[in-house]
């Protein structure tokens, strides 16, 4: 070679602008102070007195309502520039899985926290998203090869496939623009209206097919990457107890996956993010079927909400090195020194009313008491007494997360915690996750995805 | 129709009104303490992602600038609903609009008429730049001076049925703070395509 690369660390990042609220902007915050940058948050007129914000700059980005201030792409990057930040970190929801302004802060000198825009807009299409991760050697859903044409195709993919089978919207998500026929003479139906109801929610009417698996388990694999093709996995979550599509109780390891698969699917799953180009914190998430095996659903190019199950199983910070991978770093952990710990459960407290369809109860805190954190139990929350749970967001208030020698001892020491958790002034998940964690169901591990085990309720919703 | 972003007016006592910024992005070019603002009008430019937009007033707010945010920067950052301006009454200032009217010369040139009698301002300010100026084309809704009558401000616009949509400035008739009666020109003006 006629030249010696100097091989030097990358600077990291002096200041970074935090592009959300809440939880997820006060985990940004601890992580930004662990490596002594400065974090900026942009904030709504509801947010700008939150305790969280306190001693912290700010800059207010607009009213309340999420679409005139957090999804505002054009003003959160001018903020993020105007207040000297050269990062940016999306959190999750809002627009944290938006290509557009993943491109937007890059063209304005503000280095995403985040894969590039390109892999990101490729993941957000469910079929490349599926062929890729086929490429790669993943088990995927059985169905139809791409989008399907006209409702003849979809008529006989779903012969082959066999019923029941579902119609997903190709650029959907959140349950929108989905259709199940549970017999040939539902194919009709169902498309036509999955079609209008793509069109209406996602501009894009196209639809794909797969088999629809309905006792399945929600499994999913922490993945992270840094620029230079370098990857490791974090272990896989099971994620199976939820409500109308949204998690409440995740847990690391998986406890119902064979081993084989496991092993499998995760040197797969790396595989797959070192092909796609995949840079930062990601997660593949698959359907477990009753045939133990794991199939590919969709992968969220972004920090997940549960991402602390993982990182405390593995004693790993996943959102300072989304930080120094985005500032350039090589991955300084491989694959062997990644060793797992025990057995990590964690709970969702939120604040909505479990007896009455898991609706939100907006308030004041009265009362807000977390149990003592320790090695083995960790809070998450940008929650305090006196808080005030607006009606504009989400209702998660905070998560609780406990470390066992394993599930058994886990699920023990959730119990404690839950119990030794007080919250008054709005009714919370808190009794209801005592009653799931507590059941024998959960206990035995005998129960599906979208299910919560042990829970009773009168007035629920029946789950779709 | 005015092009740009409106500013944000929120009353204070005793008929003051403060000015804020309607979005996060760089302000440009404040108006310096004493300058009277009209309704409507453009009064700095605003920044955002490397374009730059006009800054108006709110129709609802005019008045004298009694204070300036930035420390006297050109150009500085603004958070939404960050202050501005700090606008005081004047006398009775109000941002009332009038019309001129116009009729052709026999020379074929366009002459724009003064819609009542008083002292005509073809500036917002001694230290601001004119309204208009020869040469200027001109389209509907375009403020081309003030008109002062009974220590009333109202705002003179080029706009009318029998306008041309857009006209180019050949002369303005009067000097900055002369008398005019009704009728008297204002502007001499040509049609452009």
Known sequence: MWYKAVVQAPTLFHRLFIANRGEVAVRIAKAADALGITPVFGVSEADRDAPYTRGRETVLLGKARSSESYLRRERVVQAAAQSGCTALHPGWGFLAEDPIFARLCEDHGVTFVGPPAHVMAAMGKKTPAKRAMAKAGLGVIEGSEGVLGDVDEAARVADEVGFPILLKAESGGGGRGMRIARAPDEVRAAYAEAQAESAACFGDSRLYLERLLERGRHVEVQLLADRYGGVVHLGARDCSVQRNHQKLIEESPAPTVHPEELARTLEAAVRATHDIGYVGAGTMEFLLGEDGRLRFMEMNTRLQVEHGVSEMRMDTDLVTAQLRVAAGERLWISQDELRPRGHVIECRINAEDPSRGFQPTPGKLTRFAPPDESDDLRVDTHAEEGYVVGPHYDSLLAKLLVRGKDREDARQKMLDALDAFVIEGVCTTLAMHAAVIGSDAFARGDYFAGEQPGFVSGTEEPSS | ?193
């Open chain 2, 1 to 193: 129709m005015t092009a740009g972003l409106v500013a944000l007016a929120q009353p204070l006592e005793e008929g003051a009104v403060s000015i804020a910024s309607p979005a996060v992005g760089y302000v440009v070019g404040l108006p310096a303490p004493g300058v009277v603002l009209v309704g409507g009008q453009r009064f700095a430019e605003f920044e955002l992602l490397g374009g730059r937009e006009p800054l108006r007033l709110p129709a609802s707010a005019s008045g004298r600038v009694v204070f300036v945010a930035g420390d006297g920067a050109r150009r500085f950052g603004a958070a939404y609903g960050e202050p501005l301006l700090r606008l005081e009454p004047v006398g009775d200032v109000l941002a009332r609009e009038a019309s001129a009217a116009a009729e052709s010369t026999t020379e074929g040139a366009l002459v724009l008429r003064a819609p009542m009698t008083g002292r005509f301002y073809v500036r917002p300010a001694p230290d601001k730049p004119a309204f208009v100026k020869q040469g200027d084309v001109l389209e509907a809704g375009r403020t081309i001076g003030l008109l002062e009558v009974m220590k009333t401000f109202s705002r003179v616009l080029y706009e009318g049925a029998d306008l041309p949509t857009r006209a180019r400035v050949l002369r303005v008739v009067p000097a900055d703070g002369d008398d005019v009666e009704e009728g008297e020109s204002l502007l001499e003006l040509e049609a452009v395509d």
